[in-house]
């Protein structure tokens, strides 16, 4: 499953794709990986594997 992130004017701002194992990743325009979610333990961490919250927030890492 892979979701696109548009801007009101329809420009891609980003992805999040669910990964073989249920994980989501969150990916920008460009590309570069934002963060990953698991739905498991309900943490959202960013491209270091720094927690940065509790429920999916890919979409806020990706906008930000």
């Not at 990964?19 to 739905?39: I, V, W």
């Amino acid at each position: 499953m892979e979701q696109v992130l548009r801007d009101r004017a329809g420009r891609m701002l980003g992805k999040v794709k669910q990964l073989g194992n249920g994980k989501f990743e969150g990916r920008d325009a460009t590309g570069r990986l934002r963060g990953t979610y698991d739905p498991k333990d309900d943490k959202t961490r960013d491209h270091t594997g720094r927690i940065v919250g509790s429920g999916n927030q890919l979409a806020t890492l990706i906008l930000s």
